[in-house]
């Protein structure tokens, strides 16, 4: 019976151990998820990064979220004043008791095209599991596909088209313009050759 009690008691100092060395025993340990990759037209006028968290062995107080933005240039801390306002080109929404936070990224752009990166801290505690950050969302800003460029395109061709169709009636128009003082001229030259010839023949008359 002492052998077994021994025994338990050894294997439960191991499974301590071993949850303290992976940060699960008594550790404040927090956890955050987010979606790897979003894609968007750059006609969209917001896009929404969702941001979930949890955390265990924490003690009782409210977390506080980061937003962090790693672009072409320099890494950008976001919303340090809050980001409260829907006006602002970033809008952050909390409900820390329903563990969920997000960012929004308001009249969106080509350059907001970068990784987004969700932090959570619990301001209270030191230890190091306290403070976590997601992997990041990868945002893809796009060019305008879809009916909008497919509408455009076939109002290029259309005007392309009417300016063909008005060359081809200009060239015709001088062509037929051109065909028709030909015309007007060679009339004339054929007139004025009967009435020459016409003279002539009246003075071979006269004569005789």
Same mark, same amino acid.
């Given at each position: 019976?002492?052998?077994?009690?021994?025994? $338990?008691t050894?294997?439960?100092?191991?499974?301590?151990?071993?949850? #303290? %060395?992976?940060?699960?025993?008594?550790?404040? +340990?927090?956890?955050?998820?987010?979606?790897? *990759? @979003?894609?968007?037209?750059?006609?969209?006028?917001?896009?929404? !990064?969702?941001?979930? #968290?949890?955390?265990?062995?924490?003690? =009782?107080?409210?977390?506080?979220?980061?937003?962090?933005? *790693?672009? /072409?240039?320099?890494p950008?801390?976001?919303?340090?004043d809050?980001?409260?306002?829907?006006?602002?080109?970033?809008?952050?929404?909390? =409900?820390?008791?329903?563990?969920? &936070?997000?960012?929004t990224?308001?009249? &969106?752009?080509?350059?907001?095209?970068?990784i %987004?990166?969700?932090?959570? &801290? +619990?301001?209270?505690?030191?230890?190091?599991?306290?403070?976590?950050?997601?992997?990041?969302? &990868?945002?893809?800003? $796009?060019?305008?596909?879809?009916?909008?460029? @497919?509408?455009? =395109?076939?109002?290029?061709?259309?005007?392309i *088209? !009417? !300016?063909?169709? +008005?060359?081809? #009636?200009?060239?015709?128009?001088? $062509?037929k313009? /051109?065909?028709?003082? #030909?015309?007007?001229?060679?009339?004339?030259v %054929?007139?004025?050759?009967?009435?020459?010839?016409?003279?002539?023949?009246? $003075?071979?008359?006269? %004569?005789?």
């Open positions: 019976m002492k052998a077994v009690k021994r025994g $338990k050894i294997l439960g100092l191991e499974i301590n151990l071993i949850l #303290f %060395y992976v940060g699960a025993a008594g550790d404040c +340990l927090v956890s955050v998820s987010q979606p790897p *990759y @979003l894609e968007v037209d750059h006609t969209q006028e917001a896009i929404t !990064i969702q941001c979930s #968290f949890s955390h265990v062995g924490c003690p =009782a107080e409210q977390p506080k979220s980061l937003w962090f933005r *790693y672009g /072409a240039h320099q950008e801390n976001l919303c340090m809050g980001c409260t306002s829907d006006t602002g080109k970033f809008t952050v929404k909390e =409900a820390l008791t329903q563990n969920q &936070v997000s960012l990224v308001n009249r &969106v752009t080509l350059n907001d095209s970068a %987004y990166i969700c932090g959570i &801290v +619990l301001p209270l505690s030191k230890e190091p599991g306290a403070k976590r950050t997601g992997e990041g969302t &990868v945002l893809v800003v $796009k060019e305008m596909k879809g009916p909008h460029s @497919l509408l455009i =395109a076939v109002l290029s061709l259309l005007s *088209y !009417i !300016i063909v169709v +008005l060359g081809i #009636f200009v060239v015709l128009s001088k $062509k313009s /051109a065909r028709r003082i #030909f015309q007007e001229i060679a009339q004339e %054929y007139n004025k050759g009967n009435v020459e010839t016409r003279q002539q023949s009246e $003075k071979g008359n006269t %004569y005789e």
